[in-house]
C-alpha cells in the first residue's frame, strides 16, 4: 500500500536548490502562520515580514499568493505524512494500523511543532462556500486523498476479520472524520482538557459496534 | 425549559427604532455575508458596498468591526433559534424532541436563505487559535449555551426512559457535535449528495447504542 496521501513528489530544479534552504524556512514559518491565521490571512506580505525577507524577496519563491497557499498546503499534507502517517504505516495491519493512524492524527499539529490547528480542516470551513478556484480544488484532492487511505486502512482491518465484512466503509470513514473535527473544536476552540479523551472513547465506540 | 440559547434579549434604543428597517437588510445582508466569507472578511467596508451604504453610513449602526461581528453572531444564533430552535420545543418531549433539533439543525443555512454555511461551526475553526477577545469571547458563549440545550435535551431524553440512565450527557453531546462538523464539511465543502443520509445514519447509531 502506498504510505502518502500526496500525489506529486517534490522537484526541485537547481535554481530551487540552491533556494532550499531560505526556502525552508520560508515555509515552516509560513506553515506555522497558516495553521495560526488560516489561508486567506497568509499572504505575502505577512509572511515576508514574518521571514525578515521583502515582499520582492518573497515573490523568488512564490509568483503568488494562490502559489503560497498551494505549497503550504502542500506542505501540511507532508508533515503530517513524515509525522505520524509514515511511522503508522510500520505498524501491523489492520485495527492495529488504523489505531496508530488515528491516534497520530488527533493534535498531529501541536506534534508538528506547529502553533496553530490543523490547517486542512479549517482550510475546509474557510473555502466550503468560495468558487471552484486553485486553493479549493487542492485542498478537496488532499481531503479527498485523506479519506481513501482511511476507507483503505478501514477495509484492510475488514480484510483482517478486525472489523465486519457488513460495514459501510465510508460511512465509518465518515464519522472518523467527524470525531478528528469535533477533537480539533474542543481541543482548540473549546479548550477542554478532556478532548482527546473523548475522541479516544467516541473512536472506540465506533470500533466496537463495527465489529 | 428556556427554549433559547442566547442569553441576551434584543433591547432597541430609540434611535436604533428609528433605524430598525435600514438595520434588518443591514443584518440580512451581514449575515449571508458572514456565512459565505467568515468573520474576518466581514468588514464594515465590504459589508457597506454590499448595502449601498457609505461606510460612514454603517458607522451609525456599528461603532468597529468587533461590533459588527458581535451583532452578527448574536444574529446568527437569534435566526437560528427562530428557524428550528423554537418549533422543535413544541415536539413531544424527550428523543422526539431532540431528534426535531437535529434535523432542523443540518444544513440550517440554507433554509434560512443564507448563501454559505454555519457561522458558528465556520467561526470556530477561524478562531480557534486567536486571542481571546471579544469576538473569540461571545463566539466560546454561544457555543457553550448551544450545547447546555443539546445536553439538557439529551437528560430530559434519559429521564423519560427513552435513553439509558447510564449515558454520559457530556460524551453525546460531543459526538453530536462531531456529527454536525462531518455533515458541514460533506455538504458544503464536498459537496457529497450522501451527506444528510451519512448524518441521519451517524445520529441514528449514536442513538441506539446510548438506549
Excluded at 504510505?3 to 522537484?11: A, C, G, N, Q
Excluded at 490571512?41 to 505577512?46: K, N, P, Q
Excluded at 499539529?109 to 473555502?127: I, K
Excluded at 479548550?191 to 479516544?200: G, P, S, Y
Aim: glycine share 8%; aromatic share 8%; with cysteine.
Amino acid at each position: 500500500m502506498r504510505i502518502s496521501f500526496i500525489v506529486r513528489p517534490v522537484v526541485l530544479s537547481f535554481d530551487a536548490m540552491i533556494m532550499a534552504t531560505t526556502r525552508q524556512d520560508i515555509m515552516l514559518q509560513g506553515l506555522d502562520l497558516l495553521s495560526v491565521r488560516g489561508l486567506d490571512a497568509s499572504t505575502l506580505g505577512v509572511l515576508a515580514q514574518r521571514v525578515g525577507l521583502s515582499k520582492s524577496g518573497l515573490f523568488a519563491h512564490f509568483k503568488s499568493k494562490d502559489e503560497l497557499q498551494l505549497a503550504l498546503l502542500d506542505q501540511s499534507a507532508r508533515t503530517a505524512d513524515r509525522l505520524f502517517v509514515a511511522p503508522a504505516m510500520s505498524r501491523q495491519e489492520g485495527l492495529p494500523r488504523l489505531r496508530a493512524l488515528v491516534k497520530g492524527w488527533l493534535g498531529w499539529t501541536t506534534r508538528a511543532g506547529l502553533s496553530g490547528g490543523c490547517p486542512l480542516s479549517a482550510g475546509m470551513f474557510e473555502y466550503d462556500d468560495q468558487p471552484n478556484g486553485r486553493v479549493r480544488r487542492r485542498l478537496l484532492h488532499l481531503e479527498r486523498k485523506w479519506r481513501e487511505l482511511l476507507g483503505a486502512l478501514t477495509q484492510e482491518a475488514v480484510d483482517l476479520g478486525h472489523l465486519t465484512d457488513h460495514l459501510d466503509i465510508d460511512q465509518f470513514v465518515w464519522e472518523l472524520c467527524g470525531i478528528y473535527l469535533s477533537h480539533h473544536v474542543s481541543l482548540r476552540f473549546v479548550r477542554d482538557r478532556k478532548a482527546t479523551r473523548r475522541a479516544v472513547t467516541a473512536f472506540n465506540a465506533l470500533v466496537e459496534r463495527s465489529k
